[in-house]
Each structure stands twice: as structure tokens, then as C-alpha cells.
């Protein structure tokens, strides 16, 4: 593709552009920018960008229908979960049944055994993929439970701070939930609170109810004492339906709270009947959890069983908990280890196969929040991934003109990092193909 394409001035100033786009509506702020804007079936208004030192500098609506614009202009994306201290293990540490046991299993047996290199490595990897596949932040989950846990927190911090101006960093500290209750968990949590990122854990039956709700009124307390947010892999299972977040529940009737809590996978809320769903669901947005539906690890791991297909599968109501208030983000999760073989950090791969899944629509304001704003809002970014006159001209470009072709063809891409075209030159540099 000519990079030249519709780009009128990259020669000229620094940091600035201009390019003639379509652009999902509901990713527009002011409606004033764009009133009078051709729209096509899809909801795509043919506009005009422009940008310079970094801040889009005008919108304009482009009103000749003959001319449409030849790309989809994104916000760069926000990977609201992730694990990339054990992306790319696969090859080292397999789960070929595809079960949730075999996965863990794969995995601790992985993390006793994970060297700073291998990790640095996978880190690396991760994130010169997200970078030229067009994320600009990511939530990921570190293991954190191990020997060398401190070791872990120090190297991934020092990659946060080199790729601070790339892809912001954000973590949260994977333990089993009572690992909170102990000393090391204790020093652990003031390190991470003192960084900014979350205290995690893990809720998935066969749990004991007296045990799990000590523990997770120890860790609601310490979080709030710590200012600290948590994010939680709960329920990710076919079993007991919604039995973690209940307890949750339960505890968050007992304690003030203040702290932003994530409900990470929810899954098996999804088997519940439709009166008990709403009922949690309301809930839940009255107590401000929020959610992260995770619909490929799901759908790959969940109710595995020999030479029988489940039809029925666990995966967060994610309408239902819309109308209910509640956010939902859509993530990527794992990508290439044992909980999930496939993937890449590329999030028009993560929009082409969850929404079939989930039953999203690109051209539906609920059905682009999840993978746009919503993560955004969920990782505190400064900017929500909504164009507007001012807003960081951090972009993608997509070689396309339609939602159905993007999400079907893997169009080419230009990304813009802060008002730059990512050149080829990186690219190569950090041997990425
Ligand atoms: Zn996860």
C-alpha cells in the first residue's frame, strides 16, 4: 500500500497529518464535528483528520458521497488482559487435552522453572507485537506467587519504564487469594500499591465458602487500606454458577469499599437463569464492579470432556450486565501457552473472533465499547479513545472500507504513536514477522 495514501503532510511538520477516514460514529465526542457527514449502512462517517504535534487539531466532515474515504480510522487499543510473562510458552510448557487443570498444571510446572531471560524475552516479544498491532496500553496479570516473584516485579519494572512513551504498563499481582493473609503477601501488596497496579487472585470452584470469604474480605480490607485496586479471576469455570462473585458479593455487604474491583472471565454467570442474572447484575453495578469477559480462553478451556462437544457455553452475560450499568471490557487474555494455544496481541484478530462468540456488533455503540472505551476507562487512561478536537492522535489505520472486510480480510494497517507513523524501520529492528 502507497503510505502516502491520503496522508497530506508527514513531510511537513513533525508529528502532524492530515487523512481523509471513515470513523465508527459513536467514537466521535461532539456531534457538532460531525453534523452533516455522510454515513454509510454500517454507521462509518467519511471525515477528515488532521493533526499536528501529536493533538488532532480539526474534524471535519467530508459531504461528497462519491468520495469515500479508502480507510477506518481506530483509536489505538487498550488490552484490558493479559498475561505476557508467560505468552509464547507453549512450546515449553503444552496442554494438548485443552483442559483447565491440564492448563494450570502446565503452567506452575512453567513457572517453577521460568528464567529472567525466558521472561524478559516473552515480555519483549509481547509487547513489540501489541505496539505494531495498534495497543497502546495493557492490564496484564504477572504469576507472582513464586521464588522468584520479587525478581519478576523487578525486571517487568524496568521494562515499564523503557517502553513508557510506547505502550503503557499496568499489573496486577497473580496469587492464590490467600497468599494475601500471609507476610510476604503483605510486602508484596505494599510494593504493587506503591506502583499504581492491582492485587489479583484467583476464585474458581471447588472452593471452600468459609475459607474464600475470609480471604476475600482480608484482601478487600487490605486493598482499600493500601488504596490499592484488585482484579480477580473469578468464576471462570462450568461449575457452580456465579458461586465466586456471590461471595463477593456477600463481602462487599459487609465492608466499606472504595476500590475499583475487576471481575475477570465471570463466566459461568452466563448459565445462570435469566431472573438470577439481572438480580446479580444490578448488584453488581451498585457495588461499581466491573468486568472483563474473556469469550477465546473460554470458549478453548471451558467444559472440555473427551469426544463430547458442549454446546452450551460459559461466557459472562455481557448484555445483560450492560443494561444492568456495569462496564465490560473484552480481552485477549492468554496468548500461545498452555491455557491457550492461539493468538497474538492483535486486537481486530481479538474484535473477528469474540464477536461471534459474544454476539457483538462493530456497528453497535455496546458492541465496539468493549474492545474502545471501555478498557480505556478501565486501565484510567487519560484518553478514552474518543476523537475530538485536542485528543491524542493515536491511532490506527485500517486498509479498508468496511467493518465486514476488515473483520474478515486482516486489512494492512499504519499505526500513529503520538503523532508518528511506526515505520517499517522498527518494525524490522525489533524482528517482528
Ligand atoms: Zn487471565
Redesign the pocket.
Known amino acids: 500500500m502507497n503510505l502516502e495514501k491520503n496522508v497530506e503532510s508527514i513531510a511537513n511538520p513533525p508529528k502532524s497529518g492530515r487523512v481523509k477516514v471513515l470513523v465508527p460514529r459513536c467514537l466521535i465526542r461532539n456531534g457538532k464535528d460531525v453534523l452533516g457527514a455522510v454515513t454509510d449502512k454500517e454507521g462509518l462517517l467519511s471525515i477528515q483528520v488532521e493533526w499536528q504535534d501529536g493533538n488532532v487539531t480539526s474534524i471535519e466532515c467530508l459531504k461528497e458521497a462519491s468520495k469515500v474515504p479508502e480507510e477506518i480510522l481506530l483509536p489505538r487499543f487498550a488490552e484490558p488482559?493479559a498475561?505476557i510473562d508467560k505468552a509464547f510458552s507453549w512450546s515449553r510448557s503444552p496442554n494438548f487435552k485443552g483442559s483447565y487443570q491440564d492448563a494450570l498444571a502446565a503452567n506452575i510446572r512453567e513457572y517453577e522453572l521460568r528464567s529472567e531471560e525466558e521472561l524478559t524475552n516473552r515480555v519483549q516479544k509481547s509487547l513489540n507485537l501489541a505496539l505494531v498491532n495498534g495497543i497502546r496500553a495493557i492490564r496484564s496479570?504477572i504469576d507472582s506467587f513464586g521464588k522468584s516473584a520479587l525478581r519478576d516485579w523487578d525486571l517487568i519494572e524496568n521494562i515499564r519504564t523503557k517502553w513508557q512513551d510506547k505502550v503503557f504498563l499496568q499489573y496486577v499481582a497473580l496469587v492464590p487469594l490467600d497468599f494475601w493473609q500471609s507476610d510476604k503477601g503483605k510486602l508484596l501488596a505494599q510494593r504493587v500499591a506503591s506502583n499504581g497496579d492491582l492485587l489479583g487472585g484467583v476464585i474458581a470452584p471447588p472452593f471452600n465458602k468459609i475459607k474464600t470469604f475470609k480471604s476475600l474480605l482480608n484482601l478487600v480490607h487490605l486493598a482499600n487500606k493500601l488504596n490499592c485496586d484488585v482484579d480477580l479471576?473469578i468464576d471462570e469455570s462450568q461449575f457452580c454458577p456465579a458461586g465466586g462473585l456471590k461471595l463477593l458479593l456477600e463481602v462487599l455487604d459487609q465492608v466499606e469499599n472504595d476500590i475499583s474491583i475487576t471481575c475477570?472471565?465471570l463466566s459461568s454467570m452466563g448459565l445462570l437463569r435469566e431472573k438470577e442474572i439481572s438480580f446479580l447484575a444490578n448488584k453488581m453495578a451498585k457495588k461499581r464492579l466491573k468486568v472483563v469477559a474473556?469469550p477465546l480462553?473460554n470458549s478453548w478451556l471451558l467444559g472440555r470432556k473427551d469426544r463430547f462437544t458442549l454446546t452450551k457455553r460459559p461466557l459472562a452475560p455481557i448484555f445483560q450486565l450492560q443494561k444492568a450499568g456495569v462496564d465490560v471490557s473484552v480481552g485477549g487474555?492468554?496468548v500461545n501457552d498452555s491455557?491457550f494455544p492461539l493468538s497474538n496481541f492483535d486486537p481486530i484478530n481479538l474484535m473477528s473472533f469474540s464477536m461471534p462468540i459474544a454476539h457483538l456488533s462493530p456497528w453497535e455503540r455496546l458492541g465496539l465499547s468493549p474492545f474502545t472505551w471501555t478498557p480505556a476507562d478501565l486501565l484510567n487512561l487519560k484518553w478514552d479513545g474518543l476523537f475530538q478536537k485536542g485528543s491524542p492522535a493515536d491511532f490506527i489505520l485500517l486498509d479498508s472500507n468496511s467493518w465486514v472486510k476488515t473483520l474478515s480480510e486482516r486489512p494492512k494497517r499504519r499505526v500513529i504513536v503520538n503523532g508518528e507513523f511506526l515505520n517499517e524501520s522498527l518494525k524490522t529492528k525489533n524482528n517482528i514477522h
Do not use: A, I, R, Y
Open positions: 488482559h498475561h496479570h479471576h475477570s472471565h474473556l480462553t487474555d492468554n491455557w
